[in-house]
């Protein structure tokens, strides 16, 4: 059984590779293949500004599983300041990789416009306010580790007094979507096209769903 703690500075390289592989085989592993820019918007911000609400999952010594939480996004930059500095830092743009999402993105932000069709955008809600990102290592998948970070979660939120938090997925992750509905998260809202992502070949969209306690 995954015992669950917060985390440690002296975590940190260890919790920056499994970064890289606890996503290994869904839609949201990796959205342009840069990892280092990835981790710089995804979880580098909250080593530094939300330590006390980032949890790990231990199984005999290792780390298998993260959650990332924020009671209050205010005291992170937005998403999109965290991409545009990470394009910009990391010269984003000449690398084949990250371009090639760039250019998808771009002509799907056009046709959607034409079709005036919604396209993915960041969530704020009063009503929910704390979010959240979990990540397990495929070998731990099924062992209960998720379900214990959760939990952990829950707890936080209690304690602090947050209404409520809130996270987005992709639409097409049913996995994840089935997990968060089983710990109680509820859908919410439209469900736009994500620009520039892909999985199999397919546009994919996000979900964003919610949980009060």
Same mark, same amino acid.
């Given at each position: 059984?995954?015992?669950i703690?917060?985390f440690a500075?002296?975590d940190?390289a260890?919790?920056?590779e =499994?970064?890289? &592989?606890? #996503?290994e085989g869904?839609?949201? @592993?990796?959205l342009?293949g840069?990892?280092e820019?990835e $981790?710089?918007?995804?979880l580098d911000?909250?080593?530094e500004?939300?330590p006390?609400?980032?949890?790990l999952a231990?199984?005999?010594?290792a780390l298998?599983?993260?959650l990332t939480g924020?009671l209050?996004?205010s005291v992170?930059?937005s998403e999109s300041?965290r991409m545009?500095t990470?394009?910009?830092r990391?010269? =984003?743009?000449? &690398?084949? #990789?990250?371009?090639a999402?760039f @250019?998808r993105?771009?002509?799907d932000?056009?046709?959607? $416009?034409?079709?005036r069709e919604?396209?993915?955008?960041e969530?704020e809600?009063?009503?929910w306010?704390?979010?959240?990102?979990?990540?397990?290592?495929?070998?731990?998948?099924?062992?209960?580790?998720a379900d214990a970070l959760m939990?952990?979660?829950f707890?936080r939120?209690?304690e602090?007094?947050?209404p409520?938090?809130?996270?987005q997925?992709?639409?097409?992750?049913?996995?994840a979507?089935r997990?968060?509905?089983?710990?109680?998260?509820a859908?919410?809202g439209?469900?736009?096209?994500?620009?520039g992502l892909r999985?199999?070949g397919r546009?994919?969209?996000?979900?964003?769903m919610?949980?009060?306690p």
């Amino acid at each position: 059984m995954a015992e669950i703690r917060t985390f440690a500075e002296d975590d940190r390289a260890e919790l920056r590779e =499994l970064f890289t &592989r606890a #996503g290994e085989g869904a839609p949201t @592993a990796s959205l342009w293949g840069h990892e280092e820019s990835e $981790a710089a918007i995804y979880l580098d911000p909250y080593m530094e500004s939300a330590p006390d609400s980032l949890f790990l999952a231990v199984v005999d010594g290792a780390l298998v599983g993260y959650l990332t939480g924020c009671l209050d996004g205010s005291v992170l930059p937005s998403e999109s300041e965290r991409m545009e500095t990470a394009i910009r830092r990391y010269r =984003l743009i000449l &690398r084949p #990789g990250p371009a090639a999402f760039f @250019a998808r993105s771009m002509v799907d932000t056009a046709r959607a $416009a034409i079709l005036r069709e919604p396209t993915a955008g960041e969530f704020e809600d009063a009503r929910w306010p704390a979010h959240l990102h979990i990540n397990v290592a495929p070998s731990a998948r099924g062992t209960g580790a998720a379900d214990a970070l959760m939990d952990r979660w829950f707890d936080r939120i209690r304690e602090t007094g947050s209404p409520g938090c809130h996270l987005q997925t992709l639409v097409e992750n049913t996995r994840a979507v089935r997990f968060f509905e089983r710990m109680g998260f509820a859908k919410h809202g439209p469900t736009p096209l994500v620009p520039g992502l892909r999985y199999g070949g397919r546009r994919l969209h996000q979900q964003t769903m919610v949980w009060s306690p």
